[in-house]
């Protein structure tokens, strides 16, 4: 199972990445045009994508009250997209220092209202993948609205390409 969460892991550091390349060419008019989407621009995307990131790792880390992020970050774009592709690499070493065991173990969190779950951190980190899968395919249909017309392969295939080589 570790071996499969980390390439999922690396795989999502990887996809991130591309699109961040992306996104750090793109002018403040692009990244700020509004589009039907679940967040209305590539930037607000590219955020939430970042936060939610950002609070699963901090949880991960025994963190229950994580600050979020969508509602305090006012940096630049480039310093979002920066730490957003640091903390997908963090997350890539979170899983390389899981046991096997502690992967399957259960993992109790708490939602910012207060509710708790609980689930395997396998699990979690299958959630954490997936929902970054969603919210790329968003980002590809926004970049394509703003204009790009060269958007990197994002697919899985392509990272499992590129490890084998």
Known sequence: ?????????????????RLIDVMLCLSVKAITTESESSFPTIKDTALHMWA?????????????????LQQVFIG??????????RTSVSIVHFVENCTEE?????FTFQTRNGDSYTVSLADLLHHIFNHNTLHRGQLITQLRIAGVTDI???DYLGYA???KK
């Open 1 to 17: 199972m570790k071996e499969m969460l980390l390439r999922q892991a690396g795989y999502n550091a990887w996809a991130n990445k």
């Open 52 to 68: 939610t990131e950002f609070t699963w790792l901090r949880r991960l880390h025994g963190d229950n009250d994580p600050m979020d």
């Open 76 to 85: 630049l774009f480039h310093e979002l997209c920066n730490a957003w592709h």
């Open 102 to 106: 502690q992967l399957v173990a259960d």
């Open 152 to 154: 990197p392969w994002t």
């Open 161 to 163: 390409f590129q490890i």
